[in-house]
């Protein structure tokens, strides 16, 4: 499986962008980028997914890299409720889309 | 509202008594895994059923077993629990549609102790 890594920890203050780095320096073609999130005491819950281009949904925003080596999760203002482990995982839709989860960044939001 | 349901969300059972967890689903989804993710890690998938066909991980153990016996229900046995064994167990759904599968919905969890 493609590997992604993820610093462990980052701290944001409430309300203000947070830009969440992940690196998969040997992503395949095939290979979708997804990021899920696990809050506190839950199971994880999807966020966002793209392959090429950047992607925009009512959670976040997912900026890719032209090369695909790396991407960025933003979230445009940072809430409490944000706070949790993001989870960025390469997967390919056509093949079970079968999640292998890394070791995540757990987010801290400051009021 | 529930769409990933797991009972119970606490189980405790004793070392080597055999335990199965539950999961039901309201999406009418046709693929359910099973995850394990122990305290301070990422969950790691056990297996998955894709309709009725059952898919093993190469590395998960024989301990561990999963029946599906309709669309809306999926249950993993642990035929002799370890000490190992305590950890969180998270069953997801998601939809596949000829060769593309999509997001995955996941329940609450199950955590288990065992004593």
């Known amino acids: 499986d493609a590997k992604t890594t993820q610093p462990n920890s980052m701290e944001s203050n409430e309300e203000e962008p947070v830009h969440l780095p992940c690196n998969h320096s040997t992503i395949s073609g095939t290979d979708y980028i997804h990021w899920y999130r696990q809050l506190p005491s839950q199971g994880p819950e999807y966020v966002i997914h793209?392959?090429?281009s950047n992607v925009n949904n009512r959670m976040a925003s997912l900026a890719i890299a032209e090369d695909r080596k790396s991407s960025t999760l933003i979230l445009h203002r940072a809430t409490l409720r944000d706070a949790a482990v993001y989870y960025c995982i390469l997967g390919s839709w056509n093949a079970g889309n079968m999640l292998t989860f890394g070791g995540g960044t757990r987010l801290m939001v400051k009021p | 509202d529930a769409m990933v349901i797991q009972n119970p969300r606490y189980q405790v059972t004793q070392f080597g008594k055999p335990v199965t967890l539950s999961c039901s689903q309201t999406l009418n989804h046709n693929v359910m895994y099973w995850y394990q993710q122990k305290s301070s890690q990422a969950p790691k998938l056990l297996f998955h059923?894709?309709?009725?066909?059952?898919?093993n991980e190469a590395d998960t153990p024989d301990n561990f077993q999963s029946r599906r016996p309709n669309t809306s229900f999926c249950f993993l046995d642990i035929r002799s629990p370890g000490l190992g064994d305590a950890a969180m167990y998270l069953c997801a759904t998601s939809i596949r549609i000829g060769g593309t599968s999509y997001e995955q919905y996941f329940g609450p969890g199950t955590r288990l102790t065992v004593t």
């Open positions: 793209g392959l090429t």
């Open positions: 059923y894709y309709d009725k066909d059952f898919n």
